[in-house]
């Protein structure tokens, strides 16, 4: 069976570096990034060297109150209180996205609600929403309980709610892989309109931004613990020390040659195909050759039929980490460097921090905006390159040419590998 085309033609965002398509273009050109001071909570208070100084978090909400009737966000999103009461607070972020992206792509209410449109979400569920029903669960018993506790909690919460609120009637699931998630959602959604099965798809994928979704990530060595947000988030920098949490949303549309052609629509870029693969080496750390994710990337080559010479960008997973970057600079030095190739390589979480689950749906998002243009984001804050990277082409600052083809990598726990191909439109 042949290939149905693929093209993207609606995003939205609500990040650290903006809530829309234009401040987040605008924070990319600029390479501005969006972090500010997290608090310091007990029992860090006489000890604050332990403790995590920056997050990533969009501007505009506040959703930290356990009680969701305290929640504000911007006045332009209307949610009905009983679709609100049902939402974890990424799941707040996500809604806001997904209202962005329908209108973004020109959808209508008919091009939403259909048999073959579905939505594909990634999310680690709201370990805040989890504790805090277990703990009210404990203290005054189970019929004292929200009745949405359970779907505004666990990992398919923004599949159960965004099925219900925007009345989708085509496939639905939720992933769960980590910092891979978003990606597996978008390479599974791109199956479904390939092959036939669905004409659009929505990619929907969105993190908490709190206590309980940040704070754990400390006791795994993961996170900087910088106040400088220059030197919080550096990715291939000599000196990295961990990566800053980031919460939000990202929402993007999906759609067949024959829906873009029906619409009249003009998409970001064509999404030409994905590979994956497992390092099958540790349960939190990647493999040091970075062996997994070469397989995904070949086997996202293979499956495009895009050669290693025609990727111009790398938009790449470098989240600051010692190991992490190290591991994936070698997967990107054989398949691009030791073959005499240099595409452009960056790192937006320099500037975005760590969306986990989010941030492979992020970056598709900032490299289809960078796409339709015309600009390369560079990679922000690196004042010594570590010498391992010295053999890529990371460019450092922006540039004013979009790239003709992008490589989009994401890695998770487990050793979890999902490499994304984009070409201009």
Same mark, same amino acid.
């Given at each position: 069976?042949?290939?149905?085309?693929?093209?993207i033609?609606?995003?939205?965002?609500?990040?650290g570096?903006?809530?829309?398509?234009?401040?987040?273009?605008?924070?990319?050109?600029k390479?501005?990034?969006?972090?500010?001071?997290?608090?310091?909570?007990?029992?860090?208070?006489?000890?604050?060297?332990?403790?995590?100084?920056?997050?990533?978090?969009?501007?505009?909400?506040?959703?930290?109150?356990?009680?969701?009737?305290? %929640?504000?966000?911007?006045?332009?999103?209307?949610?009905?209180?009983?679709?609100?009461?049902?939402?974890?607070?990424?799941?707040?972020?996500?809604?806001?996205?997904?209202?962005?992206?329908?209108?973004?792509?020109?959808?209508?209410?008919?091009?939403?609600?259909?048999?073959?449109?579905?939505?594909?979400?990634?999310?680690?569920?709201s370990?805040?929403?989890?504790?805090?029903?277990?703990?009210?669960?404990?203290?005054?018993?189970?019929?004292?309980?929200?009745?949405?506790?359970i779907?505004?909690?666990?990992?398919?919460?923004?599949?159960?709610?965004?099925?219900?609120?925007?009345?989708?009637?085509?496939?639905?699931?939720?992933?769960?892989?980590?910092?891979?998630?978003?990606?597996?959602?978008?390479?599974?959604?791109?199956?479904?309109?390939?092959?036939?099965?669905?004409?659009?798809?929505?990619?929907?994928?969105?993190?908490?931004?709190?206590?309980?979704?940040?704070?754990?990530?400390t006791?795994?060595?993961?996170?900087?613990?910088?106040?400088d947000p220059?030197?919080?988030?550096?990715?291939?920098?000599?000196k990295?020390?961990?990566?800053?949490?980031?919460?939000?949303?990202?929402?993007?549309?999906?759609?067949?040659?024959?829906?873009?052609a029906?619409?009249?629509?003009?998409?970001?870029?064509?999404?030409?195909? %994905?590979?994956?693969?497992?390092?099958?080496?540790?349960?939190?750390?990647?493999?040091?050759?970075?062996?997994?994710?070469?397989?995904?990337?070949?086997n996202?080559?293979?499956?495009?039929?895009?050669?290693?010479?025609?990727?111009?960008?790398?938009?790449?997973?470098?989240?600051?980490?010692?190991?992490?970057?190290?591991?994936?600079?070698?997967?990107?030095?054989?398949?691009?460097?030791?073959?005499?190739?240099?595409?452009?390589?960056?790192?937006?979480?320099a500037?975005?921090?760590?969306?986990?689950?989010?941030?492979?749906?992020?970056?598709?998002?900032?490299?289809?905006?960078?796409?339709?243009?015309?600009?390369?984001?560079?990679?922000?804050?690196?004042?010594?390159?570590?010498?391992?990277?010295?053999?890529?082409?990371?460019?450092?600052?922006t540039?004013?040419?979009?790239?003709?083809?992008?490589?989009?990598?994401?890695?998770?726990?487990?050793?979890?590998?999902?490499?994304?191909?984009?070409?201009?439109?």
């Amino acid at each position: 069976m042949e290939r149905k085309r693929v093209f993207i033609t609606g995003v939205g965002i609500i990040s650290g570096i903006g809530n829309d398509v234009e401040s987040a273009s605008d924070s990319l050109r600029k390479l501005k990034h969006g972090f500010s001071p997290f608090p310091v909570y007990p029992p860090f208070e006489d000890d604050p060297q332990n403790a995590v100084k920056l997050v990533s978090a969009p501007e505009g909400f506040e959703v930290d109150s356990i009680d969701f009737e305290d %929640w504000t966000y911007p006045q332009r999103y209307k949610i009905r209180r009983e679709e609100l009461r049902g939402l974890a607070p990424h799941g707040v972020y996500v809604y806001c996205a997904m209202k962005q992206a329908i209108e973004d792509a020109s959808l209508s209410e008919k091009d939403v609600s259909n048999f073959h449109t579905g939505i594909y979400t990634a999310s680690a569920g709201s370990t805040r929403m989890v504790y805090n029903n277990m703990k009210r669960m404990r203290e005054v018993g189970p019929m004292r309980c929200s009745p949405t506790g359970i779907v505004s909690s666990i990992s398919g919460t923004l599949s159960f709610n965004l099925v219900a609120c925007f009345k989708i009637l085509g496939n639905s699931c939720g992933f769960s892989s980590a910092c891979a998630s978003s990606g597996h959602a978008l390479g599974y959604a791109y199956d479904d309109i390939a092959s036939g099965r669905q004409n659009r798809m929505f990619v929907a994928a969105g993190e908490d931004v709190n206590y309980e979704s940040v704070v754990p990530f400390t006791g795994m060595r993961a996170l900087s613990l910088e106040s400088d947000p220059e030197r919080a988030s550096c990715p291939f920098d000599l000196k990295r020390n961990g990566f800053v949490s980031a919460g939000g949303g990202a929402v993007l549309v999906l759609e067949s040659e024959d829906e873009v052609a029906r619409r009249g629509a003009k998409p970001y870029a064509e999404y030409c195909g %994905w590979g994956q693969a497992s390092d099958g080496h540790n349960v939190a750390i990647s493999h040091p050759e970075g062996e997994g994710l070469v397989r995904a990337i070949e086997n996202a080559l293979d499956s495009t039929s895009v050669s290693a010479d025609e990727v111009d960008y790398v938009n790449a997973h470098a989240t600051s980490t010692l190991i992490g970057d190290a591991s994936e600079g070698k997967a990107l030095d054989a398949i691009f460097s030791s073959k005499g190739l240099r595409p452009k390589v960056s790192s937006t979480k320099a500037i975005t921090g760590h969306g986990l689950s989010l941030a492979s749906a992020l970056e598709t998002a900032i490299v289809s905006i960078a796409m339709r243009e015309g600009f390369t984001p560079g990679s922000a804050h690196i004042e010594n390159l570590d010498p391992r990277f010295q053999s890529l082409n990371i460019i450092q600052e922006t540039e004013g040419v979009a790239p003709n083809v992008t490589l989009c990598n994401s890695s998770g726990f487990g050793g979890a590998n999902v490499a994304l191909v984009l070409k201009r439109n």
